[in-house]
């Protein structure tokens, strides 16, 4: 059953995602989205392959773009766009208007329905600027906010759940692990921290596994 939420209040996903609206997917790094929603993903595609589905990569040096493009086909196929930004790892918040600026004038282009965004409780400066731009720009969008494990332990509550089964999660850490192959020197990236995190969402909303976010605002009709 494809839901969102517990077994109290359950919504489907196809109407979170507002018909065949654009999807717009934002992360300051390659492989950001694909870790915060990437079983999500894999799932909208099976079940709503005409809905276009964009990306937009703020810091991506030119060693990873190839990655940022493997990761976009790993997980949507071919994606009606593809934005790569080389703004400095690390520094977002120091070259902020311009970061938001291309996050607004993409925003414009693709008119969303649906943003998946960085958690703005997220210790990383550049993650938590891309969460608090995405409420400045695209207000009539629905904004859903991932998470991304990390040393600093800044993992919270989150409010709404997407369920994912066995074979989405090992679809999930099979297509990261060959779309990233750089990432895998990091001590975190392996199998039992992706999984691990999954499968402590899926607990929490009654599911093998799932993944987790916050969703700012919901107006229910």
Aim: glycine share 8%; with cysteine; charged share 25%.
């Amino acid at each position: 059953m494809d839901v969102v939420g517990s077994s109290a209040n359950v919504i489907r996903l196809q109407d979170l995602m507002g018909g065949t609206d654009p999807i717009m997917l934002v992360g300051a790094h390659p492989d950001d989205i694909e870790i915060g929603c990437g079983a999500t993903l894999l799932k909208i595609r099976a079940e709503s392959p005409s809905v276009p589905v964009h990306f937009l990569v703020m810091s991506v040096p030119q060693n990873r773009a190839s990655e940022a493009r493997a990761g976009a086909e790993a997980f949507v196929g071919t994606a009606e766009r593809l934005t790569l930004h080389d703004f400095r790892d690390g520094f977002l918040p120091w070259s902020g208007e311009a970061v938001k600026e291309s996050f607004a004038a993409a925003v414009d282009a693709i008119e969303p329905g649906l943003i998946f965004v960085h958690s703005r409780g997220d210790a990383h400066q550049d993650h938590s600027l891309l969460g608090e731009v995405a409420i400045q720009v695209a207000r009539s969008a629905t904004i859903l906010e991932y998470e991304i494990p990390k040393y600093d332990g800044d993992l919270g509550r989150p409010n709404l759940f997407i369920p994912a089964g066995k074979a989405l999660a090992d679809a999930k850490i099979e297509a990261l692990h060959s779309a990233f192959p750089s990432q895998t020197v990091k001590d975190w990236f392996d199998d039992e921290t992706l999984r691990g995190l999954m499968r402590l969402r899926g607990i929490e909303c009654r599911s093998r596994y799932a993944e987790a976010f916050w969703a700012r605002k919901l107006v229910m009709s």
